[in-house]
């Protein structure tokens, strides 16, 4: 099953506009990442923020991350055409004990269009 | 680009067959996962290895098997296909010790007919 849920499902915005999208997840985490997914080829990795930290940055995106309310946004700053793509949050757990980190569980993701 | 190779890139196969899908991860990363996409979803974790060993299941039937190997690539077995075994599968590594994401390859693409 899917822990995260992403919002909005569909995105559709103009060249140089900003796209927000949101995560929200059920359990406890270590981690939170965000990957891209162009043409359902491969993953890209995007950002990873940890549960201590509330907000990073690199280049144009910005992602938060909010424990109490088990939720997370990124943030991209003057869309490009080339930003179309899928984008997923996922999520990771201790697990099997001691310092292992665990499997990835990922949202239904969003689809963000980006037009020239 | 990336790190992470699969093969093949494509591939049909008939139910109740056997597959064997490969990846070769980036050098130097210690921990390989498995992930099956379907069609308009997130992928779902298949298992990982760590050091050639599992270090962790999804909800996946025994018939999905794995194998890590010295020379950091890895294979994903699937005995008695199902049509609903169609999907993108995806292998990702990692350094476990100093985490910083995963390096996805581009996937298999399984169909079952």
């Known amino acids: 099953s899917q822990q995260g849920e992403e919002d909005p499902q569909a995105l559709s915005i103009q060249e140089g506009e900003n796209a927000t999208m949101n995560c929200s997840y059920k359990?406890?985490?270590?981690?939170l990442q965000w990957y891209r997914q162009n043409s359902g080829r491969g993953l890209v990795h995007l950002i990873l923020i940890r549960s201590n930290e509330r907000e990073k940055h690199s280049g144009r995106l910005r992602v938060t991350l909010d424990t109490s309310k088990k939720s997370s946004s990124l943030l991209i700053t003057a869309s490009r055409a080339a930003d179309t793509a899928s984008y997923f949050c996922a999520t990771e757990r201790s697990y099997g004990g001691g310092t292992s980190y665990g499997k990835l569980t990922f949202g239904q993701g969003t689809i963000l269009t980006v037009h020239p | 680009e990336t790190g992470v190779t699969q093969s093949p890139t494509h591939l049909i196969k008939t139910r109740g067959q056997q597959v064997t899908l490969r990846c070769s991860s980036q050098?130097?990363?210690?921990?390989v996962s498995w992930y099956q996409q379907a069609l308009g979803q997130g992928p779902q974790f298949i298992f990982q290895?760590?050091?050639?060993?599992?270090?962790g299941r999804g909800n996946f039937p025994p018939r999905f098997s794995g194998l890590q190997f010295p020379n950091y690539s890895s294979e994903l077995n699937v005995n008695a296909l199902e049509l609903d075994d169609s999907a993108l599968y995806l292998c990702?590594?990692?350094?476990?010790?100093?985490?910083?994401?995963?390096?996805f390859g581009s996937g298999t693409r399984l169909t079952v007919v």
């Open positions: 359990t406890s985490i270590n981690n």
């Open positions: 050098s130097g990363h210690n921990t």
């Open positions: 990702a590594s990692s350094l476990l010790d100093r985490f910083y994401g995963y390096t």
């Open positions: 290895y760590y050091r050639e060993e599992e270090n």
